[in-house]
């Protein structure tokens, strides 16, 4: 069948469903806004009872604060796997409809039961298969409507929506934690993602059978794009594979590192004045990078290429992650919010380039089970942030964790510099 004039609306509608499903799946990037209330801080000690609104919560040490976060995150990336193989076979719809079930369910788990326990089970647990669910039935989905040479720009546009949630969920939680506490911040947003997740679920569809996007430039598809779909048990035997379960390493953990640590690193060094009016304002200004660089990022990939875009996003945010513990040291805030958006910027971009490169690499018609295996990376990287946390506890300071990641960031660099499409020398 010949390739599409043009791209039908409806394409257009599943890219924008997606996104809106990410809007909500994307709380883990505002967990900053919970660890700050969580941990204790002298005089208070972990295992100490919080009073008013929050009774029955506990305070919780800085490694405990974050073990909701990396479970939630690594379970996220292992429920990648199954949540492509359902997109692949039965469509988008049922992983968002599930998805948006267990997203709802695990926040209000976690406001129910006040605990650690609680945190670990609502948010870690069902929030993790929650998001792997659904963030695998949205991308793929949205890809198959378009041709190689807009992946990049249409998996920035779904994907941006996963890092732009901060920007307003970061201070719709501080406000319903203030007015509600804890408990009734994280029901509060269970019943609203339940209601959207849902509804915009609905409108996620594969494209009808015969169905061929509009064809790329001819060298475009001769330089970097596959014309073969390799099955995943194929694709595990190639280094490419592990190569890009590397990169996406590398471009998370950096990312994952600061959005952990976002809100607490502003408190150490902001103004009193400074924090009572924005103290959430750090998250929130990371998310709208973080979604602004997926979208940039997926569209100048598209021109320059995959790899040359994370070379360039990789060295940059290398050079900042390595500058925080000296910003930190000299309390620059203007500095701090430069150095986080750069990082933040790098990592909504790798999240866009990495399913790109999976198609490119690999074809679109396996995409959702491939690049399930492919996000696995991600959810390694997980283990980055919850070793600064203890890190933090023995040495008091985020920066050795600073300066390993930074190095891993500049390793996976020099990993992406030497991949190639498989097949080729």
């Known amino acids: 069948m010949e390739p599409s004039a043009k791209v039908p609306l409806r394409a257009w509608v599943v890219t924008f469903a997606g996104t809106a499903v990410n809007l909500c799946l994307g709380i883990l990037y505002a967990w900053s806004v919970w660890k700050a209330q969580l941990i204790a801080s002298d005089p208070i000690q972990p295992g100490a009872a919080m009073t008013g609104m929050n009774e029955g919560w506990t305070y919780l040490s800085k490694a405990e604060a974050t073990w909701a976060y990396a479970i939630c995150g690594f379970v996220f990336a292992a429920f990648m796997i199954p949540g492509g193989r359902l997109q692949d076979r039965y469509g988008p719809k049922l992983g968002a409809t599930l998805g948006g079930l267990f997203l709802a369910g695990g926040c209000i788990v976690a406001g129910l039961m006040k ?4 945190l670990i089970i609502g ?57 509600y506490g804890l408990s009734g911040s994280f029901i509060g947003l269970g019943i609203l993602f339940a209601v959207v997740v849902i509804v915009a679920g609905q409108l996620l569809s594969w494209p009808p059978a015969g169905y061929v996007p509009p064809a790329p430039a001819a060298e475009m598809t001769k330089k970097s794009m596959t014309t073969t779909d390799w099955p995943a048990a194929d694709m595990i035997k190639t280094g490419q594979f592990y190569g890009l379960v590397f990169l996406f390493i590398g471009s998370a953990q950096s990312g994952l590192l600061v959005i952990a640590n976002a809100t607490p690193m502003l408190n150490r060094i ?81 999240l866009a380039l990495l399913p790109a490169f999976t198609a490119d690499y690999f074809g679109s018609k396996n995409l959702g089970f491939n690049y399930g295996l492919v996000f696995l990376g991600w959810g390694i990287a997980f283990f980055i942030p919850q070793l600064a946390g203890y890190l933090e506890d023995y040495y008091h300071t985020l920066d050795y964790a600073f300066y390993l990641s930074g190095g891993l960031l500049i390793a996976a660099v020099l990993v992406c510099r030497l991949l190639t499409r498989p097949g080729e020398s």
């Open 115 to 118: 605990s650690y326990l609680g």
């Open 270 to 350: 902001a103004t009193p004045e400074f924090l009572a009016a924005f103290g959430w304002l750090l998250a929130s200004f990371g998310g709208l990078v973080n979604a602004v660089g997926r979208v940039g990022t997926g569209l100048y990939s598209d021109k320059l290429g995959r790899a040359n875009a994370y070379l360039i996003n990789g060295f940059l945010a290398a050079a900042c992650v390595l500058a925080i513990p000296w910003i930190m040291a000299h309390k620059s805030v203007p500095l701090l919010f430069i150095a986080v958006g750069v990082v933040y910027w790098q990592y909504g971009g790798g």
């Open 123 to 179: 948010f870690g647990l069902m929030g993790g298969i929650g998001m792997g669910l659904g963030y695998a039935a949205a991308t793929p989905a949205a890809v198959k409507w378009f041709g190689p040479h807009q992946r990049g720009l249409i998996v920035g546009l779904v994907v941006g929506g996963y890092g732009g949630a901060a920007i307003y969920i970061a201070p719709l939680a501080t406000s319903l934690i203030d007015n």
